[in-house]
Antibody, heavy 120, light 111 residues
Framework: EVQLVESGGGLVQPGGSLRLSCAAS????????MHWVRQAPGKGLVWVSR????????MYADSVKGRFTISRDNTKDTLYLEMNSLRADDTAVYYC?????????????WGRGALVTVSS | QSALTQPRSVSGSPGQSVTISCTGSSSDVGGSNYVSWYQQHPGKAPKLIIWDVTKRPSGVPDRFSGSKSGNTASLAISGLQAEDEADYYC???????????FGGGTRLTVL
């Protein structure tokens, strides 16, 4: 059974940093592109970042470019999101999601999310 | 780029059918066969229910179907059941710079 479990969320002050982790199991982690998608309280889904299977290719939404860094450790089946210079509008539930396999675009499995609250 | 446009809410009675629209532009929905739909119950993670416009993952009932015409994609749900009450989000590939856009979400109420 595919499982994605996020951790590392919490309360942080504006300008602070936080690192999210996503532990994957039930599939060959190194075969899949991985993504982070966030959802502000009461709002819709917004794609944040993606990472290639070997970690060499990254992409970010403009809203987080230069502040967030996505990475992975295929030996530990874990995806990360390093978040710096956090702002109030970064407050959201952050979901780790697996990209569809092959030549398609979408997300077939999601974690339960990690809540990040940016507030003084 | 702005989010894709979805109706804020739709409703139907058990057994009826409803359709949720998702309108974008030629840069995303109209120019892509990579449209997907997600179901999200309150407090839960999203679940993939349609990918590549019309494909259904195993385990998703055939009451759910997807289609596309021009810049608008649609999700149809037939034989409404109480458990279908949820938020539904569309998502489309939007090019190599933006990657994907989501719709703003539609709340489905089963009366």
């Amino acid at each position: 059974e595919v499982q994605l479990v996020e951790s590392g969320g919490g309360l942080v002050q504006p300008g602070g940093s936080l690192r999210l982790s996503c532990a994957a199991s039930g599939f060959t982690f190194s075969d899949y592109w991985m993504h982070w998608v966030r959802q502000a309280p009461g709002k819709g889904l917004v794609w944040v970042s993606r990472l290639s299977t070997d970690g060499s290719t990254t992409m970010y939404a403009d809203s987080v470019k230069g502040r967030f860094t996505i990475s992975r450790d295929n030996t530990k089946d874990t995806l990360y999101l390093e978040m710096n210079s956090l702002r109030a509008d970064d407050t959201a539930v952050y979901y780790c999601a697996r990209g569809l396999y092959g030549h398609s675009v979408g997300f077939d499995y999601w974690g339960r999310g990690a809540l990040v609250t940016v507030s003084s | 780029q702005s989010a894709l446009t979805q109706p804020r809410s739709v409703s139907g009675s058990p057994g009826q059918s409803v359709t949720i629209s998702c309108t974008g532009s030629s840069s995303d929905v109209g120019g892509s066969n990579y449209v997907s739909w997600y179901q999200q119950h309150p407090g839960k993670a999203p679940k993939l229910i349609i990918w590549d416009v019309t494909k259904r993952p195993s385990g998703v009932p055939d009451r759910f179907s997807g289609s596309k015409s021009g810049n608008t994609a649609s999700l149809a749900i037939s034989g409404l059941q109480a458990e279908d009450e949820a938020d539904y989000y569309c998502c489309s590939y939007a090019g190599s710079y933006t990657f994907v856009l989501f719709g703003g979400g539609t709340r489905l109420t089963v009366l």
